[in-house]
């Protein structure tokens, strides 16, 4: 909502006498950070940009702060974080540390890292919490980052002041501050008759989408040991925190089938994902969607699929749309992976964020790939996991009795070897036919159908692809289901392939 036009005529005047006033004492840090805040309010954050690059206070590093948070406030982030880094660059080594400590947006396990590490250790570790708060690997810039220093500089401006709820600064209202950032909009409600207070009726509000992207304290250790849950935006599991990106204020969960596929000294891995529908407080209002800055609002959707470790990123992968299926290969390694669809013009992000490990494999070891569900057709037809990719059934969803089941195999090929196959699809657990197989004793514990059979392995080794036609019984009704593939050789361990999915009626 816009300011009311009194406000408005209040800060106008307000800004001539700032500016009179430092015309007379042109290097006054206090009258310079007013004229940078109340320029911001009125959305003038690139005239007080030129206000700090001809900053005329001798403390340069302050100059330098100014510049990192309007850069920042006018969605610059790269440049943002050039300047801020110079800044940190010309600090004490105690000071520099009290501006990155991330301590107040950290979970018990990661403060409690933090607490034990040596010196060095704590230097990695905090470098590492910044890197993998960035929100999202599709927009240049950690911006998670770039707010953090940014909620800084503002804290120190209003050092020795009183907020609007008539409290003086301290350290309370600094970490708040911090954690959650500063206010978008304030709300004045009279007092009643029979309250006698000094406090000012004020009421604050913060961004409705504000959520947390700061990373969880285990994986700061072991980034493999993490799952979605623990990087979602949304988790209760998360530290208590708030951000809301400009680019995308609602950031949401990505459908995402995440598939793994061995190769010896490489995983590749592969991302079928979409837009999520919004489901944030604003989906039932009617109105447009949140605001984008023009910096963003022209550009195409994106997917992306990205893979980094402790040292930076590995490998990435990008195409256009709302959904899609993406692919990257990464070495034996720890990794954050992160799974990304972004549409600017619906200020809407979906994101999937997970650690996955791979720890490599002898090239003469069999290792399978993660099972692939695929549209109805001809086995023979799916001969790559290429091929595989164009036919993959989206969300796990099986509409009608008849799919494929996909995988490949590798390690195999060093010597002539028969390879014997048992696909077996029953009900998921806690399913009825499950319930009542258990108590009749029919059904194999819930199991629909098996095939079984044998087949010659690969002559050469190398990726061995390989599908089957599925046909459901027609007493089989809607509900979750999982393959289960079992392939033996001789001399060699079992693989064990699983995956769910749901059936639901054919569409007439």
């Known amino acids: 909502m816009p300011d009311k036009p009194r ?9 001539a006498r700032l500016d009179s006033a430092a015309r007379q004492l042109p290097g006054d840090l206090w009258i310079l950070e007013q004229r940078v805040a109340y320029r911001v309010e009125e959305g003038r954050a690139e005239e007080a ?18 510049e990192g948070y309007l850069l920042h406030v006018l969605h610059r982030f790269p440049e943002s974080e050039n300047v801020f880094e110079r800044m940190l660059r010309g600090m004490a080594p105690g000071e520099r540390e009290e501006w990155i400590d991330p301590r107040p947006l950290l979970d018990r396990e990661g403060r409690e ?6 010196p060095t250790e704590r230097a990695e570790l905090v470098r590492r919490f910044w ?46 501050l911090l954690r959650y950032g500063w206010e978008v909009g304030w709300e004045q409600i009279p007092p009643r008759p029979s309250e006698m207070t ?30 979605w849950e623990d990087w979602n935006p949304g988790s209760r599991y998360l530290p208590r925190t708030g951000y809301a990106p400009s680019y995308a204020p609602v950031v949401l969960p990505a459908p995402t089938e995440i598939y793994r596929v061995p190769r010896g000294d490489s995983l590749v891995v592969v991302a079928a994902l979409s837009l999520p529908q919004d489901t944030s407080y604003h989906r039932g209002h009617d109105h447009p969607p949140l605001p984008i800055p023009s910096r963003f609002a022209s550009r195409p959707p994106e997917v992306g699929l990205f893979a980094r470790d402790f040292g930076g990123e590995v490998a990435r992968a990008r195409i256009p749309g709302t959904t899609g299926v993406i692919r990257i290969a990464v070495p034996p390694g720890d990794y954050l992976l992160s799974a990304e669809v972004w549409a600017p013009d ?17 090239a003469d070891l069999p290792t399978a790939s993660d099972l692939f569900l695929l549209t109805p057709g001809p086995a023979d037809s799916v001969h790559s996991l290429e091929v595989a990719l164009e036919h993959l059934l989206p969300g796990r969803t099986v509409a009608g009795r008849s799919f494929r089941v996909a995988w490949e195999l590798n390690g195999f090929g060093w010597q002539r070897e028969t390879l014997q196959y048992r696909l077996r699809i029953r009900e998921a657990p806690g399913g009825f036919l499950r319930r009542a197989g258990r108590f009749l004793g029919l059904l194999g514990d819930g199991e629909v159908t098996t095939l079984e059979w044998s087949e010659a392995g690969p002559q050469m080794p190398g990726p061995f692809f390989r599908a089957a036609e599925v046909s459901l019984p027609a007493e089989v009704g809607p509900g979750d289901f999982e393959v289960r593939l079992e392939i033996r050789a001789p001399g060699r361990e079992s693989l064990l392939l699983e995956r769910a999915f749901r059936l639901e009626p054919a569409s007439r």
């Open 346 to 362: 619906s200020a809407r992000v979906g994101r999937y964020r997970a650690g996955i490990g791979w720890d490599g494999r002898p």
């Open 49 to 66: 940009l030129e206000l700090v690059r001809d900053c005329p206070i001798l403390d340069h590093g302050r100059c330098l702060a100014l």
């Open 131 to 176: 890197e993998l708060a960035d929100p999202l690997a599709l927009v240049e810039g950690n911006d998670r980052w770039t707010e953090h220093l940014a909620r800084q500089v503002v804290a120190r401006s209003r050092q020795d002041a009183t907020n609007p709820f008539g409290l003086r600064w301290g350290d309370d209202l600094a970490e708040s």
């Open 113 to 118: 890292l933090l607490d034990d590490a040596t």
């Open 198 to 227: 000094a406090l000012s009726h004020a009421v604050g509000h913060q961004h409705p989408e504000s959520r947390s992207y700061v990373p969880p304290g285990q994986g700061l250790r072991r980034l493999s040991d993490t799952d």
């Open 7 to 15: 406000i408005v005529r209040a800060r106008q005047d307000l800004l």
